[in-house]
Nanobody, 125 residues
């Protein structure tokens, strides 16, 4: 059983930074693709970023390119999302996800097998 636990959310002013962490356990992650998604009230879950655990290829949603960086620490089984130049429209619950199968980059939430409980990020103007 895979467990994903997010942390690092909070309240920050526009222009500020936060780093989210996703601690993964329960299964080897060497073949996994990890993703970050977010969901604001009344909106659909939105792709933020993804990374292959092995090899580290990364992809980003258009709204966060150049501001957010996804990375992983193999020794700690942890995936990070560094968020800089935050905007009020980045306010959402951020979720970590993992998948072990499927082709493609992993833009769609439905292609992921496991999800964390989410962490709230609020950006004030």
């Amino acid at each position: 059983q895979v467990q994903l636990v997010e942390s690092g959310g909070g309240l920050v002013q526009a222009g500020g930074s936060l780093r989210l962490s996703c601690a993964a356990s329960g299964r080897t992650f060497s073949s996994a693709r990890m993703g970050w998604f977010r969901q604001a009230p009344g909106k659909e879950r939105e792709f933020v970023a993804t990374i292959r655990w092995s090899g580290g290829s990364t992809y980003y949603g258009d709204s966060v390119k150049g501001r957010f960086t996804i990375s992983r620490d193999n020794a700690k089984n942890t995936v990070y999302l560094q968020m800089n130049s935050l905007k009020p429209e980045d306010t959402a619950v951020y979720y970590c996800a993992a998948r072990y199968s499927g082709a493609g980059v992993g833009y769609l939430p439905g292609s992921y097998d496991y999800w964390g409980q989410g962490t709230q990020v609020t950006v004030s103007s």
